[in-house]
């Protein structure tokens, strides 16, 4: 379906900067980020007439209620969407509209010297005839996740001018900081009270996630032994060496540049030093929790054993878990995929459940009580100058989310 105040509520959001910065003390982490919450999204969702809208201060985030309009009782459904967008130049965002794309030409980006080519982004050529959004060359378009924002919004505005269609209370969150993985840790799952959630905040038509990494970080401090060169025998430690050292001993194929698909890894992503003192920090990504067990396990044998040859703790390991896979613990609740996976159908979709080689807010969501898959908004090559959008796509996010709806009061019943 055609949704008139879906572009120009798109255009008018991307255009309002809210970028988020993993540098900040605040939280949220910019002022900006906070303005266009409580001075856009809030304002355009009282105009709508929603119930129960507030900024919860301490999570950072809008709060809205489309009440029920059945007499019976319907578990509660929310949808989350953030506010914040990716670390890209996101000053004075320009969004070009290029309608009826024919599938093959190269689209330019405003008058920049880039362009999106479908040789370079095969995804282009399955929007022939549609109407594709992009950024003008110097900025990102912010589509991640602005796309889920305008989306959610205007599902409510559906809901609210269309009585007919009827559906239990849902709840609407509007949240921060997801770009710099901070902002979920904050959520009032209380205050939202949702019985479970989506995220809107995803690619192409059909892309449904509810598998992710479950992931850990590890930091390592090295303390060497700097002596003159010309008499190190048998003395000098030199703590890049032992960085070094240390890294060889890792599965040489479990690194990012040589997996994919179902397959983890140890991700090396920053290694300083000196002779006298060495730095390295790791990701490391499984998507199985046993496996990530292995994996920090084998990082602690490693350590332990090079300190032993040492003779002391020359090496200091630091560890701690960052998120786990939700899928773990969405397999008690599979009725809840099963609800987006049945609203897709009903749209004809092509379900897409390939995991996320990534976190989502919802993962965290998840193991805080609140079982939180996440459904497409229609964003391309998100995080940088080539992001787009596509307007058909969005309208039919707003489709789904509308089915869904009906379906969980109809299953109610
Ligand atoms: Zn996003």
């Known amino acids: 379906m055609e949704y008139p105040n879906l572009l120009p509520r798109f255009l008018k959001y991307v255009k309002v900067n809210s970028r988020s910065d993993e540098?900040?003390?605040?939280?949220?982490?910019?002022?900006?980020e906070e303005n266009f919450q409580k001075n856009?999204?809030?304002?355009?969702?009282?105009?709508?007439?929603?119930?129960d809208i507030h900024y919860n201060q301490k999570a950072g985030s809008v709060i809205a209620e489309i009440p029920s309009n059945v007499d019976y009782d319907v578990p509660v459904m929310g949808f989350l969407a953030h506010s914040d967008t990716a670390d890209f130049n996101s000053e004075n965002v320009k969004p070009q509209i290029h309608e009826?794309?024919?599938?093959?030409?190269?689209?330019?980006?405003?008058d920049s010297e880039f362009y999106l080519d479908p040789?370079?982004?095969?995804?282009?050529?399955?929007?022939?005839?549609q109407t594709i959004i992009t950024a003008s060359g110097d900025t990102l378009l912010g589509g991640d996740d602005k796309c889920g924002?305008?989306?959610?919004?205007?599902?409510?505005?559906?809901?609210?001018?269309?009585?007919?269609?009827k559906h239990g209370k849902i709840r609407l969150a509007f949240t921060p900081d997801e770009e710099i993985g901070t902002g979920a840790e904050h959520f009032d799952v209380k205050d939202f009270g949702a019985d479970f959630a989506f995220t809107v905040d995803g690619e192409a038509p059909g892309k449904l996630d509810w598998g992710t990494f479950s992931a850990a970080q590890f930091s390592l401090d090295i303390q060497g032994v700097n002596v003159h060169p010309a008499v190190a025998k048998g003395q000098m430690i030199n703590a890049v060496q032992v960085g070094i050292d240390f890294h060889n001993q890792l599965p040489e194929h479990d690194r990012p540049e040589h997996t994919d698909g179902r397959e983890g890894f140890f991700h090396l992503m920053s290694f300083n030093g000196t002779v006298d003192n060495a730095h390295l920090d790791y990701i490391i990504r499984d998507f199985e929790r046993?496996?990530?067990?292995?994996?920090?396990?084998?990082?602690?044998?490693?350590?332990?054993?090079?300190?032993?040859?040492?003779?002391?703790?020359?090496?200091?390991?630091?560890?701690?878990?960052?998120?786990?896979?939700?899928?773990?613990?969405?397999k008690k609740h599979m009725d809840i995929v099963d609800l987006a996976r049945d609203a897709y159908k009903a749209e004809g979709?092509?379900?897409?459940?390939?995991?996320?080689?990534?976190?989502?807010?919802?993962?965290?969501?998840?193991y805080m009580g609140l079982p939180c898959p996440n459904i497409f908004a229609g964003e391309e090559n998100m995080h940088g100058r080539y992001e787009y959008t596509v307007l058909e796509s969005m309208y039919k996010a707003v489709d789904v989310?509308?089915?869904?709806?009906?379906?969980?009061?109809?299953?109610a019943k």
């Open 40 to 51: 856009v999204i809030m304002k355009d969702l009282e105009d709508l007439g929603l119930s």
């Open 149 to 165: 924002v305008s989306e959610l919004i205007t599902f409510a505005e559906y809901l609210m001018n269309h009585p007919e269609v």
């Open 23 to 32: 540098h900040s003390d605040r939280f949220p982490s910019t002022e900006r």
């Open 100 to 110: 009826n794309y024919d599938g093959k030409s190269k689209i330019q980006l405003g």
């Open 401 to 411: 989310m509308i089915q869904m709806a009906e379906l969980n009061a109809e299953r």
């Open 290 to 330: 046993d496996g990530l067990e292995e994996r920090k396990n084998l990082v602690k044998s490693i350590v332990d054993k090079m300190n032993a040859e040492f003779g002391t703790e020359r090496i200091k390991l630091k560890m701690w878990d960052q998120y786990y896979n939700m899928a773990d613990e969405l």
């Open 349 to 366: 979709l092509k379900i897409n459940e390939d995991p996320v080689r990534g976190g989502t807010d919802g993962s965290q969501l998840t």
């Open 119 to 129: 040789k370079v982004f095969p995804h282009l050529k399955n929007y022939k005839g």
